[in-house]
């Protein structure tokens, strides 16, 4: 039993979270979205060349061959900066479904250039009617001379605006919530046929509503074999679960430890307010509630990455863990604020909104509560 | 990173997992198995099972009779004896007095005390909580004097669990008034029950089960040498004794047997009508309290690995007390939401080795779920209310 890094990991956390220190502050994190570009093309490329885009991926597809721990490091920092660089939609959800499906062509076409940071990619995993059911597509790739024509609407495709290759599962055969008949095609954006709504989230995120109007895809764009994508589809997003759980354990940390600050430094009544035991305890709630998160992020580190269902299992605990605790601990930090937590200029508002977000991305508490109880087997 | 275990500790497991098999008495298992109380002589009899094999004391350093177990051997031992449904160890002696007199004690009192202690030959309780000094404990009045090689003890103590079956007492008492801070002035002595002047009265509590005691000290005379070391340091020993039972107080093992036992329970329909696996309110209940209480042992899998290192365990250590008994009591619940009108029988003696669970009130157990859900309030208010814990962590680990 072991909950230690090596001294490779540490580098890592070092790096990053010494450059959030000094180059990323939150006045620069407001500029960036704020700005009409969703993230800074210059913090992206320092990520390239410390080599972190290429973590997760194995030596054979130019990767550092990186497991949860490098990919857990790395999105705590993003976290605790509020980092709005696409590296989840890149790396984790894009280069996800290219490094489990992808033929070795498409891997020196599209996985290098992800890597290589040269590229930008997503995967438009929902669509208006799914919610958070994976298996829910209606979009349609119908075959026509040798082609698939697509058909349908996404929805909520981070980074979609900025992509140059953006994955869709589209369905190829079955009924609208089959698992089978799920096929991910590799989509160029400038597509004909693509309409592209795109706008910011309140987490300061890009994001698009995509419509795909007959849009022409050759065979070769198929990641994988036809009708046999979910399971991909579903490995890929778990690991985006994961890996933003790890990003919301940092922003809870943060939170809770700039509200214990602040409570010891702002004067009511004529003593700091963390001098009143009402807020003292409700601070003490919300460090047992960062506590366990770590706990159960830890849980699901650890948990053998081959036994697929004891780590959906695990990753459904934690996300569940994220969608009850972290909307405490961010509650707790605006109230504990007071004026100064619904105030746009400080920060505890934004880590709020970003903390919310992930509560919903890649599906709630109440979702992930059902799975984790289905795959228990009671 | 990684939970996995040595070699080492796999082949510890084993002897541990054969220990209980081969050593646990099977009349005792059987109790446990059935919800009958055990009596004072059961205890005493797993305690000496435990004693011949040397693991009486695993917290105890080796020269004093302890195990000499890792952080890691100790979770291994807590976890099958759970496992084996074994009753815990009566913590008075072993769990507290004992690391108490070993670390402040003299050489003479260690000689003479502990010996019996280790073999369960001796019973300890504990003399703490005043009727007018709960979560203040500082402020307690059991007064001791000075009279010659004596002291004359007056005054009472409350909450004294298992007082009527115990044959020494340790406690706090106040040596001093004249102090500037109300936790000096207060030293730790031990006090035979035998002593005249020393009356315990009944407390029932709310199950209807004595197990509660008032302790009266009337003019009782206790020999100077039964001050554990400085007069009026007794509340700096006191303390250490809480930290001896804080990484063992979240019970995490015990819960998660008790959880594989509900989930079984609600999947038999020879434990409960109807299936309760199709209730989905229930099954969220279990789902939740899955995820808190694996939440619980990461937490102390990361205590344990913080300590096997030589490290003071981190502010994670402390939210084990609180969140492990908020656990026990949750599973208290759903128990009794399980046995739905079964939990309602007052039958507490229908359970006996020979009655034929025909006979029985209610499925395996149901009757006596209640009062367990009764009975285990006090988990969140003993050892220091989780309200006081939350003082304690606000101060110490926030720094408010």
């Known amino acids: 039993m072991d909950f230690s890094i090596t001294e490779e990991q540490s580098a890592i956390k070092d790096v990053i979270a010494r450059f959030i220190e000094n180059e990323y502050d939150f006045e620069k994190r407001m500029k960036i979205a704020e700005s009409d570009s969703a993230y800074d093309k210059e913090v992206y490329n320092f990520f390239v060349e410390q080599g972190f885009t290429a973590i997760p991926f194995s030596e054979e597809d130019g990767g550092l061959n990186g497991g949860p721990v490098e990919t857990m490091l790395i999105m705590k920092e993003i976290g605790r900066g509020l980092v709005l660089e696409p590296f989840l939609e890149n790396i984790i959800l894009a280069g996800g479904i290219l490094k489990r499906l992808a033929n070795q062509h498409q891997k020196d076409e599209w996985l290098n250039k992800i890597i290589n940071g040269e590229m930008q990619s997503t995967l438009a995993f929902t669509e208006p009617q799914s919610r958070f059911q994976l298996n829910d597509v209606a979009t349609t790739a119908n075959k026509k001379e040798g082609n698939f024509i697509l058909n349908g609407k996404k929805s909520f495709v981070l980074n979609g605006s900025e992509s140059d290759l953006i994955i869709v599962p589209a369905r190829t055969s079955g009924s609208q919530t089959d698992l089978k008949g799920i096929t991910l095609f590799a989509v160029k954006k400038d597509s004909a046929g693509i309409e592209m709504n795109s706008y910011k989230s309140v987490d300061g995120r890009s994001a698009a509503e995509i419509k795909l109007n007959n849009v022409s895809v050759s065979s070769d764009s198929i990641i994988g074999e036809i009708d046999n994508g979910y399971d991909a589809l579903e490995a890929t997003v778990d690991e985006a679960t994961l890996a933003i759980c790890a990003e919301a354990t940092g922003i809870m940390k943060s939170l809770h430890d700039k509200t214990v600050e602040y409570s010891k430094n702002r004067v009511q009544f004529g003593i700091p307010i963390g001098g009143f035991q009402a807020l003292q305890h409700r601070m003490v709630d919300t460090l047992m509630a960062c506590e366990e998160t770590e706990s159960i992020l830890l849980w699901a580190i650890t948990t053998e990455q081959d036994d697929k269902s004891a780590l959906k299992k695990a990753i459904s605990g934690l996300k569940y863990q994220i969608g009850t605790a972290g909307k405490h601990v961010g509650q707790e930090a605006v109230q504990l604020h007071g004026g100064m937590g619904i105030s746009w200029e400080l920060d505890i508002a934004h880590l709020f909104k970003r903390l919310s977000a992930i509560e919903i991305l890649f599906g709630n508490a109440d979702f992930h509560m059902k799975r984790f109880i289905e795959l228990s087997n009671v | ?400």
């Open chain 2, 1 to 400: 990173m990684h939970v996995n275990f040595t070699e080492e500790e796999l082949k510890f497991k084993d002897e541990v997992r054969s220990f209980f098999k081969d050593k646990y008495p099977s009349d005792i298992k059987e109790k446990q198995n059935k919800a009958i109380p055990l009596e004072r002589d059961d205890f005493v009899r797993w305690q000496k099972t435990l004693y011949k094999q040397g693991w009486a004391a695993p917290n105890w350093p080796v020269e004093f009779g302890g195990t000499g177990w890792t952080a890691v051997q100790k979770y291994i031992f807590a976890n099958e004896n759970a496992k084996a449904n074994a009753p815990a160890i009566v913590p008075f002696g072993l769990g507290m007095v004992g690391p108490v007199i070993y670390t402040y004690g003299n050489d003479e009192q260690k000689k003479r005390f502990l010996p019996g202690i280790l073999s369960s030959d001796v019973w300890w309780c504990q003399g703490y909580s005043e009727p007018g000094s709960g979560s203040d404990l500082a402020s307690l009045k059991t007064k001791a004097e000075r009279d010659g090689d004596s002291y004359i003890l007056n005054g009472t103590k409350t909450w004294t669990t298992l007082g009527h079956m115990a044959d020494w007492i340790f406690c706090l008492v106040r040596t001093s008034s004249d102090v500037a801070r109300r936790q000096e002035g207060i030293s730790f002595v031990l006090v035979d029950m035998n002593t005249p002047g020393v009356s315990v009265k009944p407390i029932i509590t709310i199950e209807g089960d004595r197990e509660v005691n008032e302790v009266h000290f009337e003019n009782v005379k206790v020999p100077i040498e039964n001050l554990i070391g400085e007069e009026g340091k007794g509340w700096t020993y006191g303390k250490v004794l809480l930290q001896h039972e804080r990484t063992s107080i979240a019970g995490v093992a015990r819960s998660q047997y008790r959880l594989n036992r509900l989930k079984n329970k609600i999947k038999n329909s020879d434990d409960t009508q109807p299936s309760l696996t199709g209730d989905v309110d229930f099954m969220r209940k279990i789902g939740e309290l899955e995820i808190e209480l694996k939440a619980l042992e990461y937490t102390e899998l990361r205590t344990l690995a913080a300590v096997t290192v030589g490290k003071a365990p981190g502010p994670e250590s402390s939210l084990l007390k609180i969140r492990g008994t908020e656990i026990q009591q949750r599973l208290d619940e759903l128990f009794m939401e399980a046995a739905g009108y079964f939990s309602l029988p007052y039958v507490p003696n229908q359970y006996t080795l020979d009655s034929d669970p025909e006979d029985h009130v209610g499925f395996g157990g149901d009757s006596v779920s209640s009062l367990i859900y009764f009975n285990n309030r006090k988990a969140s208010i003993y050892g220091g209310s989780n309200e006081i814990q939350k003082n304690i962590i606000a101060k110490h680990v926030l720094g408010l």
